[in-house]
């Protein structure tokens, strides 16, 4: 039996002026599993993150989760269904880290708008699970970038949403921090939840992805397993470059690129 779909892009385009970013994109993201956008500086992967999370109108096309077009979904219902992850958090927000985590909660919150004993356990969980659990009183501008980037997760994690999309997740933390939202994330997409995030690190991707999407000048170039899609001559040809794809087990690649002769 075909794996479930979550999100379905058809005929998706974007344009900004008349400059086409994104066209022609026809994707099925599975469910309950880790999809990776992949590809160089500025071949869409923001864009196509931001159209499947429906932070943006499509020019041309539509995506759906479970056939219903997410721009017709209601912003608190979607706030419900999706969870996103940008890839910067801006300075001058005043709030303490648990606050802006809570703000995860506000799509869940009754009438007045108070957090009930569950909404902060939810926000206490997702402190715990970034490790920021002793930054929790301290004001967000006070954290560091990799610090900061957690607690955006966290603030994800306590949407409780089905589908969580995170725009490069990894581009500010450590190698320890790297890997443990990588195996946070295959422990969520075990329980159900559908991942979807933007990576620059290939070998992270080939590691903990199930499926990876391959974007280049704002067209699909292929998308399947890591084993299908990860070729070496596909990726230096999208990459540009003369990247090496080591494989050492069925989970365990990394990246060699040849010192230029
Ligand atoms: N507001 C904008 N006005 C004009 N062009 C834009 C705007 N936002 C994005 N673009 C262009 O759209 C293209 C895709 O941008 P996008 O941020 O989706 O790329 P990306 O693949 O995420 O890149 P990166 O890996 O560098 O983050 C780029 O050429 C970018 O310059």
């Known amino acids: ?69 997410v721009s ?29 985590i809570a703000l995860g909660r506000v799509p869940h919150l009754g009438a007045f708008g108070r957090l009930a004993a569950g909404d902060r356990d939810a926000v206490c969980d997702a402190l715990e699970t970034v490790e920021l659990g002793d930054k929790a009183e301290v004001r967000l501008d006070t954290l560091s970038g990799g610090e900061r980037q957690r607690a955006a997760i966290a603030r994800a994690l306590a949407q409780s949403a089905p589908i969580l999309l995170l725009d490069e997740p990894t581009n500010h933390l ?50 399947g397993s890591p084993e299908q899609v990860m070729r070496e001559d596909c990726l230096r040809a999208v990459y540009e470059c003369p990247l090496r794809l080591v494989r050492h087990a069925p989970r365990g690649w990394h990246m060699e690129m040849p010192q230029a002769a």
Request: charged share 20%; aromatic share 4%; proline share 6%.
């Open 72 to 100: 017709s979904i209601p912003p608190a219902e979607r706030a419900r269904t999706l969870a996103f992850v940008p890839q910067h958090i801006p300075d001058g927000i005043p709030l303490s880290v648990f606050e802006f």
């Open 174 to 223: 450590d190698l320890r921090h790297q890997h443990k939202l990588q195996q946070l994330l295959v422990r969520l997409a075990e329980s159900g939840k559908t991942v979807i995030e933007v990576l620059h690190d290939l070998a992270l991707a080939a590691n903990y992805a199930d499926h990876v999407v391959l974007i280049d000048h704002g067209r699909l170039v292929a998308d």
């Open 1 to 69: 039996m075909a794996d479930p779909i979550a999100l379905s892009a058809r005929d998706l385009g974007y344009r900004i002026s008349r400059k086409p970013i994104l066209q022609d994109i026809n994707l099925d993201i599975p469910a309950g599993s880790i999809s990776a956008l992949l590809g160089p500086n500025g071949a869409g992967k923001t864009t196509l993150l931001k159209l499947l999370a429906g932070l943006r109108s499509a020019s041309a096309g539509v995506v759906r989760i479970d056939g219903i077009a």
